[in-house]
């Protein structure tokens, strides 16, 4: 494949630094999309970006994206010449719950990370992708979004409003018989710097490339929310399941 025609299929990767984006950025170079990395930290970036390249014989540029000054999205957007074919959402912060229960400013940050930061930016595509007639959303969620628990009832929430987002705009182009596609990813625990510093156990703990090959797997078929790994699907249905008053009580 040319660069021209990579160019032609380009993906906007907003949280461009983070692990499992990376992965999945490296899956869709392999396929011959373009990239354009999106992030606060340019160095980081340019430096994957090179790699990437390298790697892939793909185009990838870089563009900076605030998750939390919503006021620059429209124009952030509007940047990207030419506005890319699809976007995933990779943006995220799991912070910390006890710091945020102490002091709201830090939940706020948490809430607006994870939801009306990726909200603002990806009503730009929606809108662009809707006049355009085509287009793919891809929004990484949680499956903490499932059910709040006690260890992280903010971060949940803002993956639940996410979640319901996504699944409220995938909604809306089915109703109006366009082919814009909305992706929903619940991932359980992976190995990334998020869950670094924690525990999470080691046979429910997936890697980013798993990550990603469950990614590509829905993006190449017809899936609108996946679970990855699998197993999450039937996890988290046990845990939805449970009445509150039993699981009031659980320390998941
Ligand atoms: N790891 C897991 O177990 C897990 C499980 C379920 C869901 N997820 C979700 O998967 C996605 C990727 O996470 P990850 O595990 O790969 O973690 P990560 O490496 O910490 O990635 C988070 C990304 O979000 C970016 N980001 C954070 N705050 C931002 C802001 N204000 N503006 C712009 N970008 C910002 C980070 O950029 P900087 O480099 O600038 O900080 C980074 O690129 C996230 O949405 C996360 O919630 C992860």
Redesign the pocket.
Known sequence: MTATSAEQRQVLI?????????ALAAALASRDFGLIL????SA??EREAKDIELRYEVPVTVAH?????PDSHADFWQSLQPAPQGVV??????GDHNDARRDFDHAR?IL???LT??ISVLDQAARHFEQAGEGFIIG?????GDRGRASNYY?GAA?AG?STYLSGLRNHFASTGSRVRVIT???????????AN?D?PALL??H?EQ?ARDIMRALQGRRDVIYTRWYWRWIMLIIRLLPETIFKRTKL
């Open positions: 907003l949280g461009g630094t983070s692990e499992i984006a990376l999106a992030g606060r930290d980081a970036l994206f605030e998750a939390l000054d959402c990779a943006t995220g912060l799991l940050r607006d990370t994870n930061g990726c990484i969620s949680s499956v903490a971060y993956k996410f990813v619940k991932p359980g625990f992976v190995a990334t710097r998020m869950t924690h999470t703990t997936a980013p990550t």
